[in-house]
C-alpha cells in the first residue's frame, strides 16, 4: 500500500518540484480557498450565505441530492405549494437527513470504541480486529466533517456552490460508515439488547423480566421497522428526483439565468434529459463548424473553452478571457501559449452573452479584420 501511495505521489512531487513560484499546489489551494482576486462582500453578509450554499446547496448536489431547485426557491423551510415542498425536502429534508446520519453514526462508534475499552479492563481480552474496524468508521466520519468544515469556511461556498461541488467529492467515502448504523450496527453494539441490561440494574427476578418479554420484542421490532424505514426512504427520495429530472415532475418555476447559481454559462443547468441532450448536440454542432472552417485556435469564456477543448478531444484548443476581454483564468498554462501564438486565433462567443457585445463594440475602434459566423448559437469572429 505505501508503495502505491508513494508511486502516486510522483507526479505530484515532480510538478512541484518544476512550478514557478505561485503556481504549486499549497499556493493554488490557498488562492482557491480564499477566493483571491474577487470582491468579497463585509463578513456579516458573506457569512451567512456561506452555510446556505454549504449546507444547502453544495451538500445535497455533492452527495446525490436531484434535481437542485433553482436559487429563488431554496430556503430553509417553505411548503406552500408543491414545488416549494420538494425544494424543501430535496436541500434542507436531505441535508438534515444526513446530519442526523452522521451523528447517529457518530454515537455508534463512539459506544462500540468505550465497549472496546470496557471489555478490556473486565477481562483482559483486547478485540483488535473490532477496534480497528471502529477506527475506521471514525476517521471516515472525520473525513466528512473536516471536508465540509473547509468548504463552509471558504467565500467560494457562498459565490460558486454548485460550480465548487467537486471540492465536496471526498464525502462519497464517508457513505459505508454513515450507512453501517442502518445495517448490522445497532445489533453489532447490542443496543435492542435490553432485557439482560434491565435485569443486571434492576435485579428483576425471571418472571419479571417474562413479563416485560413482549414489550421488549415490540421495542426490537420496532427498532428493526426504523431501521427498514429509513433504508427506503433514501431510494424513495433519489426515485422521486430521477422522475422529476426525466419528466419534470413536479414543475419548477423559471427563473433567469442570472439570478440562477445552477444556470452558470451553461455549465451546470437546472434542466430535465430532453434539454441536456439538446444542448450537447448544440456544442456538438458548433464543434463540427469549426473543425470545418478550419477554426482550432480560439479565444472565448472559461466554461466554453474547458468544454470544448474537453468535448474535442483537444482537436480545438481554447484560451480563456474574461471581463473586458482579459486574459482568464487557464488551468493549463500551455493551451494560452499555443493560443496566443496562432495570429489567426478566431473569438467564439455565446451571442448574447457579456463578452459577444463587449467584442462587438471594440471592432468600431480596430484596424482587424474578421469574417463574422453564427452557429449554433454562437458567434464566431475569424481574422483574415
Known amino acids: 500500500m505505501l508503495i502505491g501511495f508513494g508511486c502516486g505521489l510522483i507526479p505530484y512531487i515532480l510538478y512541484n518540484y518544476h512550478a514557478e513560484p505561485g503556481q504549486d499546489t499549497l499556493s493554488y489551494l490557498f488562492y482557491v480557498q480564499n477566493a483571491n482576486g474577487i470582491d468579497l462582500p463585509p463578513k456579516e453578509v458573506l457569512f451567512p450565505l456561506q452555510i446556505k450554499g454549504a449546507l444547502l446547496i453544495a451538500l445535497p448536489g455533492a452527495t446525490g441530492s436531484s434535481p437542485l431547485c433553482s436559487l429563488n426557491d431554496i430556503h430553509l423551510f417553505r411548503i406552500q405549494n408543491v414545488s416549494a415542498l420538494r425544494c424543501t425536502l430535496m436541500h434542507t429534508g436531505w441535508t438534515t437527513a444526513l446530519f442526523c446520519l452522521w451523528l447517529f453514526a457518530l454515537g455508534m462508534v463512539a459506544w462500540s470504541l468505550w465497549s472496546i475499552v470496557r471489555t478490556r479492563r473486565a477481562t483482559g481480552i ?34 460558486y456552490p454548485v460550480a465548487d461541488i467537486r471540492y465536496l467529492s471526498a464525502l462519497l467515502m464517508t457513505t459505508p460508515a454513515l450507512l453501517w448504523p442502518l445495517g448490522c450496527g445497532l445489533n453489532a453494539v447490542g443496543w435492542f439488547a435490553f432485557g439482560s441490561r434491565i435485569r443486571n440494574v434492576l ?154 457585445e463587449t467584442f462587438r463594440l471594440q471592432l468600431r475602434y480596430s484596424s482587424r479584420q474578421f469574417t463574422i459566423y453564427h452557429f449554433a448559437g454562437y458567434v464566431i469572429y475569424q481574422p483574415f
Not at 473536516?146 to 468548504?151: D, E, G
Not at 483564468?329 to 448574447?352: C, K, M, W
Request: charged share 15%.
Open 126 to 159: 483486547w478485540r483488535r480486529d473490532l477496534l480497528i474496524c471502529h477506527l475506521g468508521r471514525l476517521t471516515l466520519l472525520l473525513n466528512a466533517a473536516i471536508t465540509l468544515l473547509l468548504f463552509l469556511m471558504s467565500p467560494s461556498a457562498a459565490l
Open 203 to 356: 435485579g428483576f427476578s425471571g418472571k419479571a423480566i417474562q413479563s416485560l418479554a413482549s414489550p421488549l420484542k415490540l421495542l426490537m421490532s420496532t427498532g428493526a421497522l426504523a431501521r427498514l424505514s429509513l433504508l427506503l426512504l433514501v431510494p424513495t427520495i433519489l426515485s422521486f428526483g430521477t422522475r422529476s429530472i426525466v419528466q419534470g415532475y413536479p414543475p419548477a418555476p423559471s427563473v433567469e439565468s442570472r439570478y440562477d447559481k445552477f444556470a452558470i454559462i451553461g455549465v451546470y443547468r437546472y434542466e430535465g434529459l430532453p434539454q441536456t441532450q439538446a444542448f450537447n448536440r448544440q456544442e456538438s454542432s458548433l464543434i463540427e463548424n469549426l473543425e470545418k472552417i478550419h477554426t482550432l485556435h480560439i479565444y472565448s469564456d472559461y466554461w466554453t473553452c474547458d468544454r470544448l477543448t474537453f468535448r474535442s478531444q483537444e482537436r480545438i484548443i481554447c484560451s480563456a478571457l474574461r471581463e473586458r476581454l482579459m486574459p482568464g483564468q487557464n488551468r493549463y498554462p500551455l493551451y494560452a501559449t499555443i493560443v496566443t501564438s496562432d495570429p489567426h486565433a478566431a473569438y467564439v462567443f455565446e451571442e448574447g452573452s457579456s463578452l459577444a
